[in-house]
C-alpha cells in the first residue's frame, strides 16, 4: 500500500510540476486508510490461524492454555441454558475433538476488537506470559485499533451526523500511520516466535 502511495503521489506531483511533499491529497489518505484496514485483517487472519493451529497442541500439557480450555467447558456445562452445539459436542462418540473445535471458534469467530481482547483471546490461550510478551506491546495499539473502528465503521467522518455532500474526515499523516502498523505486524511477528517456543516446551 505504502509503494502505492508513492507511485501516486510522485505521478500527482508529475502532471503538477510541484514536488511530493505536503498535504496529501484524499487519493493519498485512502490508501492510508486502506493499509489500516488491511493491516488490520493481517492481524486478524493470521493470529486467528495461529489459535487454530497451536492450541490442540497446547492443551495437552498442564499451563494457562489447558486452564482457560477447562474453564470454557465448565462454563458451557454450567450455564443456565447449556447450547445446542455443546450438547451434539457432548453426545458425539467422541466428545473431546468437537469440544475442542467450540473452544477453538470461541477464540477465532470474530475480529479482534482491541488490545485488551488480542491479548485476554489471544496471547492467553496460547499461554504467552507477560514475561514474554510485556502487556505494554498490547496497549500500545491502542491507538491503531481506534484507528481501524475509525475508517471501518465510521468512514474515518469526524461527525457522522452531518449532512454535507462531503463530510470532513480524519486527516492520517503517512509516518504516523506507517508506524502503527508496523507496529501491530510485529506484535503478531512476536506472537507467532514466543507460541513457537511455547509449542517446543510440549514435546
Known amino acids: 500500500m505504502f509503494d502505492t502511495l508513492h507511485l501516486v503521489r510522485r505521478e500527482r506531483s ?120 510485556h502487556r505494554g506491546r498490547f496497549t500500545s495499539l491502542d491507538v491503531f485499533f481506534t484507528a481501524r473502528n475509525d475508517v471501518a465503521h465510521r468512514l474515518d467522518m469526524d461527525n457522522v451526523t452531518r449532512a454535507d455532500a462531503a463530510p470532513p474526515r480524519k486527516l492520517r499523516a503517512q509516518e504516523e500511520v506507517r508506524s502503527m502498523c508496523d507496529e501491530a505486524l510485529l506484535l503478531v511477528r512476536d506472537l507467532i516466535k514466543e507460541t513457537a517456543v511455547n509449542l517446543a516446551a510440549c514435546r
Open 14 to 133: 508529475q502532471q503538477n510540476k510541484a514536488e511530493t511533499r505536503g498535504r496529501l491529497h484524499s487519493d493519498a489518505q485512502d490508501l492510508l486508510r486502506a493499509a489500516i484496514v488491511f493491516t488490520s485483517a493481517g492481524v486478524d487472519a493470521s493470529v486467528q490461524a495461529l489459535i487454530e493451529h497451536a492450541v490442540p497442541v497446547l492443551i495437552t500439557q498442564p499451563g494457562t492454555p489447558r486452564d482457560k480450555y477447562e474453564t470454557f467447558v465448565e462454563e458451557q456445562a454450567r450455564a443456565p441454558k447449556v447450547e445446542d452445539g455443546f450438547l451434539t459436542a457432548l453426545k458425539s462418540q467422541d466428545p473431546r475433538p468437537e469440544l475442542l473445535s467450540l473452544y477453538v471458534l470461541s477464540k477465532t469467530k470474530a475480529s479482534f476488537q482491541g488490545s485488551g481482547d488480542l491479548k485476554t483471546r489471544a496471547a492467553s490461550s496460547l499461554g504467552i506470559t507477560n514475561q514474554q510478551i
